[in-house]
């Protein structure tokens, strides 16, 4: 019963905070309506995915087809529902996997610094002197155009940036009197990375993790926009790539999956700032 008051008290606390950013609840509210059609796009969709000939080709949004249909006569909403469940999956678990594999390259080489220090910043560097795009279409290339190689494509895109903030946090962090007092306790050095360091880098690996998301699924979009995406999924960048020849008969089908993506973008963004704002003890009163 402790534990459990403690967890709500402390998002109450949270939330007490984070309501005074207005910004960050609409793009909570935002990211939250796009997650719930996403989870429940089978019960609100009206067709399964990529079924064609449910209804005339180009036909305008009407009570039927509220977004309308494309060229094989695809109802556009039942897209949209569906597409929401790949992006938002394929950015969630990249961002997952890149932020693992950042803090374990940032925490090692803040906490021994020196040569490994050096070696593994160095290796960072070699991944963010690349332009992300040029990087993400040679490997979908040379890997394939499926759903497991995108996510590793945007993970190894992404996890660079983690690696640098965590590792910032954690020059600091060791210099701390309770960090000193562990080591000189004798505590291993998982123990002091893992116990010790890294959970107080939290807040900003939080942080760093709903811009990452913002990223992850503009990626995903351009990938699939230009033909290196899992044709076998409906994503919204594939709706786009569907759509760019017929932009000038049927505007909405670019429209529908743009604003998505815009919206999810701004919403993770909006986030980001709302979640700073609790976290930061420098934030503005």
């Known amino acids: 019963m402790k534990k459990i008051k403690k967890i709500y008290l ?8 984070f309501k005074q950013n207005k910004l960050g609840v609409v793009g909570l509210v935002i990211f939250l309506i796009f997650t719930f059609l996403a989870i429940f796009a089978p019960q609100i969709a009206f067709y399964p995915p990529l079924t064609t000939g449910v209804g005339d080709q180009f036909l ?3 009570l039927k087809y509220p977004l309308g249909t494309d060229n094989l006569g695809r109802d556009l909403f039942t897209e949209l529902l569906y597409g929401a469940r790949i992006t938002l999956l394929v950015s969630f678990i990249a961002v997952i996997t890149s932020t693992v594999v950042g803090v374990l390259f940032g925490a090692i080489a803040g906490y021994y610094g020196g ?12 991944f963010l002197v690349i332009p992300p795009i040029f990087l993400a279409l040679v490997l979908v290339a040379l890997f394939g155009a499926n759903i497991i190689n995108i996510i590793i494509v945007i993970s190894i895109l992404s996890w660079p940036q983690t690696a640098r903030l965590v590792r910032a946090e954690i020059l ?3 210099e701390r009197p309770y960090c000193k007092a562990a080591i000189a306790a004798g505590a291993s050095d998982f123990r002091i990375i893992f116990s010790e360091l890294v959970p107080n880098t939290m807040t900003t690996i939080v942080v760093n993790m709903s811009l990452t998301q913002a990223t992850a699924i503009l990626i995903e979009s351009a990938l699939s926009f230009l033909g290196f995406g899992d044709s076998s999924m409906v994503s919204w960048g594939l709706m ?8 000038r008969q049927s505007w909405y089908m670019v429209f529908c999956p743009g604003i998505a993506i815009f919206l999810v973008v701004l919403s993770l963004n909006l986030l980001g700032e709302g979640l700073n704002d609790v976290f930061n003890p420098r934030r503005k009163k």
């Not at 402390?10 to 905070?17: D, L, S, V």
């Not at 040569?115 to 070699?126: A, C, F, K, V």
């Open 60 to 62: 305008n949004p009407s």
């Open 115 to 126: 040569i490994t220090d050096s070696i593994l910043m160095r290796i960072t560097e070699i």
């Open 10 to 17: 402390g998002f109450r606390n949270f939330w007490k905070i």
């Open 172 to 174: 600091s962090l060791k």
């Open 240 to 247: 786009l790539n569907n759509a760019q020849e017929f932009f």
